[in-house]
Nanobody
């Protein structure tokens, strides 16, 4: 069964850090790009970061650039999202997803490119 599973969410104070994990099973990271999306209450789901099939290209939305870092461990078949300097507006359910991509060195942050969604993990930034 092909799936991705997120973990690592929780409650953190403003300015704090969290690291999310996205474990892939049933496929290898070379088969799909991996994207991170989030959905805050009352808002649409937004894609904010992705990493290409070969790991050579990463993309970030302006809202997280400079604070969040995507990485991967091929041996563990896992993608990580290191989130620093967290703000209350980062509060959301965070999802990882396997993204279709015609090129091994590119990734597109679009829900239309998602093949598999994870179940989501809650991140709450509050004092």
């Amino acid at each position: 069964q092909l799936q991705v599973v997120e973990s690592g969410g929780g409650l953190v104070q403003p300015g704090g850090s969290l690291r999310l994990s996205c474990a892939a099973s049933g496929f290898s990271l070379g088969d799909y790009a991996i994207g991170w999306f989030r959905q805050a209450p009352g808002k649409e789901r937004e894609g904010f970061s992705c990493i290409s099939k070969n790991g050579g290209r990463t993309n970030y939305a302006d809202s997280v650039k400079g604070r969040f870092t995507i990485s991967r461990d091929v041996a563990k078949n896992t993608v990580y999202m290191q989130m620093n300097s967290l703000k209350p507006e980062d509060t959301a359910v965070y999802y990882c997803a396997a993204l279709r991509s015609p090129f091994i060195g590119l990734c597109t942050l679009s829900s239309h490119m998602v093949n598999y969604w994870g179940q989501g993990t809650q991140v709450t930034v509050s004092s």
